[in-house]
């Protein structure tokens, strides 16, 4: 299934991606019609309450994209104001998961390929109250100083767990997404100076949608998981586009590290919970820090690409969906 949060006619709530990806269907429209109220505004307090609504949500989706009905009830994707699947996540957290990105980074910096990265994954907290989805991003002045996207992809834990070991972990994964996790740069390099951080370089905002997509619908795009490792792996194509102009390509497959063996290491030695939100970290080539490192490496004298106001960054992933946002000054 594809959830998908929206707004149309001043009612926010959850809905279905019909089958062809040009329409929506509201739960909470169908619960009307066949008198069974379904109450949840968001995913995670659907996610949360589930068990009890789990069935008839899969009984209207069976009607809906196997059988034609409630078609009279869609409304048009094109039309109604999507928002992130996730209003305000239990937890966020982001990983450093490929390492493309990481080897890129510190050559960018004069710096060798950290042994440990092969040894455990890591991962930061970010802000769960600065979560927005498609739309314009509104950031403040010492934000557009070298200010970057990045190209991610999320999942949500679907119940709660302690230890989870690795090999049992992707049962706890409600589903994926797509993650922009916006970085003031200028202000990221003062912080990690202090080993602490990155705090202001990134709570500002953290951008998930357009849908959430369950654990089935990626079965054509599993592969092997790299040698050595545990988990799911999905042979899933992204691009990062800057102003209708495609910049950045990757696969979810390249993760060094499966989300699988992150939870093991984010669940160690606490309780996980339904509704968190756990980022894989970025693509390889998929932020422009990486990009203006590469044609640096190339080119001493190329000038460095940063975000301004009025650019438009598109993030696209295969059953993803095109995640789309605007900055805007604040």
Known sequence: MKFVRFVWQNEEGVGLLGPTGEFVLSLS?????????????????????????????????????????????????????????????????????????????????????????????????????????PGPIYVEP????????????????GKSGRNIPAHQADSYIFGYMLMNDWSARALQMEEMKLNLGPAKGKDFATSLGPWLVTPDEL??????????????????????????????????????????????????????????VIGSGTVGTGCLLEINGRQKQENPEAPETWLAVGDEVLLIGQELGALVNKIESA
Not at 57 to 75: C, S, T
Not at 142 to 157: G, N, Q, T
Not at 233 to 254: C, F, M, R, T
């Open 29 to 133: 429209a169908v619960g009307r019609v066949v008198g069974r109220n379904f109450p949840f505004r968001d995913m995670e307090t659907y996610i949360q309450n589930r068990l009890c609504y789990e069935a008839w949500v899969e009984w209207v989706y069976n009607r809906y994209h196997l059988r034609g009905d409630f078609e009279e009830l869609q409304v048009p994707y094109a039309v109604v104001r999507v928002l992130s699947p996730i209003r305000r996540p239990v937890s966020l957290r982001d990983g450093y998961a490929f390492r493309q990105h990481v080897e890129a980074a510190r050559r960018n910096r004069g710096l060798p390929m950290i042994p440990e990265f092969d040894q455990f994954p890591v991962f930061y907290f970010s802000n769960p109250l600065a979560i927005t989805g």
């Open 142 to 157: 010492r934000h557009l100083e070298k200010l970057d996207f990045e190209l991610e992809v999320a999942i949500v834990l």
């Open 219 to 276: 079965e054509p795009y599993k592969v092997s998981s790299p040698p050595g490792h545990v988990g799911n792996a999905y042979k899933i194509a992204l691009q990062a586009e800057l102003n209708n102009k495609p910049i950045s390509y990757g696969y979810l497959s390249d993760m060094s590290w499966t989300f699988a063996e992150i939870i093991e290491r984010v669940s160690y030695g606490v309780e996980v919970l339904p509704g968190e």
